[in-house]
């Protein structure tokens, strides 16, 4: 594989780390073009090994980014970039003839949202609609897109379809739960802390949230922070409290795994009170906004300043002890029984931050990622078109996981 990095922020470098370790003697993994507007950072970079290649790319620039693929005869395009640049990069892809994946899909929530019944009601840009729409064009170039690679979305997809094909006869309810018990001894108790991408947790987080629910018609959209409760993530980080987000698992789940009997889907996370409070604020007094605004005679975007003065989540590594814990929490029938179980990756941030010299959260991802380029570079996973996770067999991707050490636990939680 001759991979095109597009973003070499925590997760980009995490990546690269992972992917040298599998392969360190370039048998699937051959070269790696590190592609940033950040010249100092991707030069940093590529003196981790000697197939890395660093490149100044302005990532908004698609007949540029085709032109340097081609030059450098690339094979599969990674899009580890900001969410605003995903669909400029999957279009470079699929013009330059190349396989491509990407972290996550872009959305655009209507200044006034209906809520209620139809995300089209709520949304300009429905997440995945732009990419799964494209899905017949890729299939008639033979070239792939795999959509949503991660920890979630990624892992947990994986695990949804393992669950819906190994686990249960009908699986009714997948709830994604993304919590942790991280904290940081003698913290400022007003200290304000992004768990990730601080661009993305404003994106996000305070857009309308989305459920899927068969009964109710469909998909139901709600205000920011709807559907409180508290659930137990498991031994060892026990009670979160958690709320709906708007995220892509909601949507593939709906689209691979109907026909396994799914009635529910949920995204739920673990958000501190501060943090809760903070964004409030953000978005109150219009600093999440992406119009640019005037001030003293130049144009910025409010939410890039925030995402530029905002405490870091790399920053605060070091700092940071406990684990982060993501998985789905599933329900339905097996061997005309109800069954209930939850399936999670827990991965520690002291070790994270001793072996990959970043925050769980942001290792966590990239392993993902890793994991399925990986499969993906041996061909072990193949098909054409625009897909996600759900499309293929969860076996090797799990396998990989117990043979790397980014294990999984699978928890019997079946009501006696």
């Known amino acids: 594989m001759r991979m095109m990095l ?6 980009g470098e995490s990546i690269l780390r992972i992917l040298k370790e599998r392969d360190p003697y370039a048998e699937w993994f051959e070269f790696a073009l590190l592609c940033d507007i950040n010249e100092s950072r991707i030069n940093k970079l590529s003196e981790l090994d000697l197939r890395f290649k660093p490149c100044f790319l302005d990532l908004k620039n698609k007949n540029e980014i085709i032109k340097i693929a081609k030059e450098n005869n690339i094979d599969f395009m990674m899009d580890a970039s900001s969410p605003f640049l995903a669909d400029i990069i999957f279009d470079a892809a699929y013009e330059a003839g190349i396989n491509y994946a990407n972290m996550g899909t872009y959305s655009i929530p209507m200044e006034n949202p209906k809520f209620g019944l139809g995300i089209e009601n709520s949304y300009e840009k429905v997440m995945t609609k732009y990419n799964f729409d494209a899905d017949e064009k890729w299939k008639e170039k033979n070239i792939l897109a795999t959509i949503c690679l991660g920890i979630d979305p990624g892992v947990v997809n994986v695990f ?4 819906a094909t190994y686990e249960f006869d009908e699986i009714h309810e997948i709830h994604v739960k993304d919590g942790n018990n991280l904290h940081i001894p003698n913290a400022d108790p007003e200290q304000i802390s992004f768990g990730f991408n601080v661009w993305t947790v404003l994106d996000e987080v305070m857009n309308p949230n989305v459920e899927y629910n068969k009964e109710k018609g469909g998909f139901i959209i709600e205000d920011a922070f709807a559907g409180e409760e508290v ?3 498991g031994e060892g980080v026990g009670l979160n409290r958690l709320v709906k987000v708007e995220h892509e698992e909601v949507v593939c789940f709906e689209r691979y795994l109907s ?9 739920k996370i673990a958000l501190d009170d501060n943090l809760i409070q903070a964004l409030k604020v953000i978005d109150k007094l219009g600093l999440r ?4 605004v005037k001030v003293n005679g130049v144009n910025v975007i409010p939410r890039d300043v925030v995402a530029a003065t905002a405490p870091q989540p790399d920053d605060l590594g070091d700092e940071m002890f406990g684990s982060m814990r993501v998985g789905i929490h599933c329900k339905g029938i097996k061997d005309n029984k109800p069954k209930e179980i939850f399936i999670y990756q827990n991965f520690d941030n002291q070790e994270s931050m001793k072996k990959w010299k970043k925050q769980a959260v942001v290792a966590q991802t990239g392993f993902g990622a890793a994991l399925a380029i990986e499969l993906l570079a041996k061909k072990i996973w193949n098909s054409s078109g625009v897909v996600s996770l759900e499309e293929f067999d969860p076996i090797p991707y799990l396998k990989l996981m117990k043979e790397t050490g980014f294990d999984y636990t699978i928890e019997d939680r079946t009501k006696k």
């Open 160 to 163: 949804a379809k393992y669950a």
């Open 259 to 267: 026909k396994y009997g799914l009635k529910n889907a949920t995204f």
């Open 231 to 233: 659930f137990d993530m």
């Open 6 to 11: 597009l973003g070499t922020g925590a997760v």
């Open 289 to 292: 906004s992406l119009k640019p």
